[in-house]
Structures are given as structure tokens and as C-alpha cells.
């Protein structure tokens, strides 16, 4: 049986999504709350409640699972101990293989992001389980507010310079976890997961501009006032803070990377950025 944490987000529900057409064996989505996923129970997909917090609950939740999918917890801060708890119980209940979500160029990332994926690496390094880690790029879904804002005040802030991006689509890393977790490599390894486009904040701003026949520059601002910005639209203080210092970071080239491996093990080209921008537009 393979198992999904997080099965209820959006990346969780893709990967559910996936694993329905790849493989015959059951799924269990593993949820906080049952009552609002019912729609992903079928015929081979069970849902069981799973929460990070609860851990004395999580062993048997895992009970009769060989392969599990630990999707990173949301609760920037607390995923440490959430993901500790998760290994734990994996290993109580006798789990073979775990397919853990990272972030790209971990160990090495130096993003206030990437702590936390550091540290899990760790622990399933110690759990002594078969393991393999995807450190996922940037999220094309991530620009979503970018492009938003740059229709509604013509211009794409940011604090990354020209430093490029490795972006995907969430269904990309959503296909690439689900078929490493039903595939049949079961050994210990780390995958970077960089998508085919590396862009820029000038290439976003000019494929708005592209697209809607407007001039969209892009401004460029020191990482404080770019976290300000986003505090101002509405963002929590920390986590503003984090997406600041990745878009700063991104001028070192910390969210850059050559890898092809993505597109190999999905078997088809990542999403574009074109594709996704002229998506939003056509939802504006």
C-alpha cells in the first residue's frame, strides 16, 4: 500500500491524482481532516486522518503501509518536529520506502526556506529507511501574486536581480513524486528537480507585457522593502520575510539548477512559463 501525507493540498491531491492512473495498488491519503476529503475516497483510495500534532495517532494510521509519500508540512517553523514525528511512526510501523519532498539544492541552500528541509534530510538519513528525496524548484503557482499585482499596479517587484529561477509546475513535481513513490527504484538517493525553463523576474515581467500589450517592468528592491511589499499585501510577518530572502537569494543563484531530472522521470517536457502566464490572464 502506498501512503500520501498532505493528501488533502494541492500538491497532495495531484500526486492522488497520478498514483490513480499509474498504479493498481490501494492509496491511503493521509488528511487532518477526514470530513473535508471525502471526495478522494474511490474504489482503491481510502482516506485517514493524519495529523503532524498528534503523534502518539500516526503509527497506526501507517499500519499496513510499505511505501509513503511525507509531503513537506505548511507550518513554516514547525515542520521539524511534524516531519520527526512522521519518520517515527513510519519506522514503528514497519514502512519500507519514504519519498520526502524537498527543496532544490539542499544541503547546500542557505534560504531560510531550506532549514528545515536540512534537518528532515537528516533524520531520514538516521531513520535507517530506504528514502528517496526530491528537492523541488520554484513553483510556477508561486508567481501567481506577481502576476496579479503586475496587472493591477503595472510593474513585478521582486529582490532577485537577474538571477534566474529553475520553475515547474506544481503537476510536474506532483507527477514526478508519485510515480518515484510507486516506482520500482527503491533505493537511497536525492534528486534535484530543477524544470526546463530557468527565468528571470525581467523574463516574467516582459511575457505579462507580452501577453497583455502593456509595458510591465520590472523593479527591482533591497529584500526589506521587498518584505514590506508583501506584508502589505496581506502576508504574515515570518513568512514574508522567507519568501524575501529567497527572492534575494535567487541573485546568488540559489534557486538555479542544471538538472534535467525532472523532465526525465515525468517523461515530457515541465510546463512553460508562457503556458501558466496566459492561464492567470485568462482567469484575471
Keep these: 500500500m502506498i501512503a500520501v501525507t498532505g493528501a488533502n493540498g494541492q500538491l497532495g491531491r495531484s500526486v492522488i491524482r497520478f498514483l490513480t492512473d499509474l498504479t493498481d495498488e490501494p492509496v491511503r491519503a493521509l488528511v487532518r481532516a477526514p470530513e473535508k476529503a471525502q471526495d ?48 517515527d511512526a513510519a519506522k514503528s510501523a514497519g514502512v519500507k520506502f519514504i519519498t520526502y519532498t524537498s527543496l532544490l539544492n539542499v544541503p547546500n541552500s542557505r534560504l531560510i526556506l531550506g532549514a528545515e528541509h536540512i534537518e528532515t534530510e537528516k533524520l531520514l538519513e538516521e531513520s535507517g529507511i530506504a528514502h528517496a528525496t526530491l528537492r523541488n524548484g520554484w513553483y510556477l503557482e508561486n508567481f501567481a501574486g506577481a502576476i496579479a499585482a503586475a496587472l ?88 514574508a520575510k522567507a519568501i524575501a530572502d529567497a527572492s534575494a537569494r535567487t541573485a546568488d ?24 502566464v496566459a492561464e492567470v490572464l485568462s482567469a484575471s
Excluded at 62 to 67: A, K, N, S
Excluded at 174 to 190: H, I, K, L, P, Y
Design 152 to 239: 493591477e499596479h503595472g510593474a513585478v517587484v521582486g529582490a532577485a536581480g537577474n538571477g534566474k529561477t529553475s520553475v515547474a509546475a506544481r503537476d510536474d513535481y506532483a507527477e514526478a513524486a508519485a510515480r518515484t513513490v510507486a516506482g520500482g527504484d527503491v533505493s537511497t538517493r536525492a534528486v534535484e528537480l530543477a524544470g526546463d525553463e530557468a527565468i528571470t523576474l525581467t523574463d516574467l515581467a516582459d511575457e505579462i507585457a507580452r501577453q497583455t500589450g502593456r509595458q510591465i517592468p520590472f523593479q527591482n528592491l533591497l529584500e526589506d522593502d521587498y518584505a514590506g511589499v508583501l506584508v502589505g499585501a496581506g502576508l504574515p510577518d515570518g513568512f
Design 253 to 276: 543563484g540559489e534557486l538555479y539548477n542544471s538538472s534535467t531530472a525532472l523532465s526525465r522521470i515525468i517523461g515530457r517536457p515541465t510546463r512553460p512559463l508562457s503556458d501558466y
Design 40 to 87: 478522494l475516497v474511490s474504489a482503491r483510495t481510502s482516506v485517514v486522518r493524519f495529523d503532524y500534532n498528534d503523534p502518539a495517532s500516526l503509527p497506526r494510521a501507517l499500519e499496513g503501509v510499505d511505501r509513503l509519500l511525507l509531503i513537506s508540512g505548511s507550518e513554516v517553523g514547525q515542520r521539524v518536529p511534524q516531519h520527526a514525528a512522521v519518520i
